[in-house]
């Protein structure tokens, strides 16, 4: 079992046996205490789905100062030492190492052409794309798939459960906590290699993932008026899409559940436009009667024959 999966089930075992915390208040993260309107953060929870939130938030309080002090500094140095282009390579070699999983998933999931596609993709992808540093879908080749055993376990039927803030890993719940182990013993590309090599290829799929989101998190952060609760709701956006369904009750993408509700105006009224006396049109008969009136001059058939 890897670390973060060592952590993760710490977590849930310590959110479980917590007891609920009095009532305090947070400011808003990234901005000073004094700008931000502070958050009332009771032991109730705020959302039936997530019976350990006061737990949940502390997690990711640890999870924000963890990030401004090791992840977010390495993130930005990774950056400005690789270009995008090294960067593309070594991102397209660590997805082309996960191609076996999402094919045994596509199995799993009773999808034996999309488990086709994916592992002709790993073939291409390692062979003619250099042991997966070009992916060739661009120009033809297989396109890349998302399945892991979190979303196998939703096709089955397995439920959400209580969603889980987990130490470093972030965003959770029990079936994806689940998934997330088994899915490391899905892939037969991880039992040649050295456990130490597998924990370093985690590590560096998080780092390109947190280079990606830089300014994506700095913006939940800091243009948030509750930013773990706009984190939860775009993290079950994110995964109810990977899985095939869409919420109707959730927020867009942009929308911010601590804010306010827009103010709607009501219509102006329509300005009264002056009314046009318009003629009514004459019966029938009268047209008729006019037309009747009209001399129609025929030629005569004489005048026909000498033409």
């Known amino acids: 079992m890897s670390r973060p999966a060592i952590l993760g089930l710490a977590a849930l075992l310590a959110a479980c046996a917590a007891e609920p915390p009095p009532a305090r208040q947070v400011a808003q993260a990234g901005m000073p205490a004094s700008d931000a309107p502070p958050i009332l953060v009771t032991g109730a929870p705020t959302d039936p789905s997530d019976p350990y939130e006061a737990t949940n938030r502390r997690v990711l309080d640890f999870n924000f100062r963890l990030d401004d002090a090791l992840f977010k500094p390495l993130a930005q140095g990774y950056r400005e030492v690789l270009g995008p282009w090294p960067r593309a390579r070594i991102r397209n070699v660590l997805e082309n190492l996960n191609e076996p999983a999402v094919f045994a998933n596509r199995l799993l999931q009773g999808k034996p052409v999309e488990a ?14 250099v042991g997966g540093l070009f992916d060739l ?11 892991d055993f979190g979303q196998t376990l939703a096709l089955w039927g397995v439920g959400d459960g ?36 597998n924990i370093g290829r985690g590590a560096a799929l998080g780092l390109d993932e947190r280079e990606r989101n830089i300014e994506t998190l700095d913006e939940l952060r800091t243009g948030s008026l509750d930013p773990y609760a706009r984190l939860r709701s775009l993290w079950r956006q994110y995964r ?20 306010a509700a827009p103010r709607v105006e009501a219509p102006a009224p329509i300005a009264q436009r002056p009314q046009v006396r318009r003629h009514a049109a004459a019966p029938p008969r009268r047209l ?6 009209k001399p129609v001059h025929r030629a005569s058939p004489t005048r026909l024959a000498s033409r």
Do not use: C, W
């Open 137 to 147: 879908e661009p120009i033809g080749g297989p396109p890349r798939q998302v399945a």
């Open 162 to 197: 209580p969603y889980l803030m987990l130490p470093v890993v972030g965003p959770s719940n029990p079936r994806e906590l689940t998934g997330t182990i088994v899915n490391g013993f899905l892939n037969p590309v991880n039992y040649p290699v050295p456990f130490v090599a």
């Open 288 to 293: 008729a009667a006019h037309k009747a009136k």
């Open 116 to 129: 086709g596609t994916s592992l002709m993709r790993f073939v291409i992808n390692t062979t003619l794309g």
């Open 240 to 259: 109810d899409a990977q899985i095939g369904r869409s919420p109707a009750a959730e927020p867009d993408v942009l929308d911010d559940p601590g804010e």
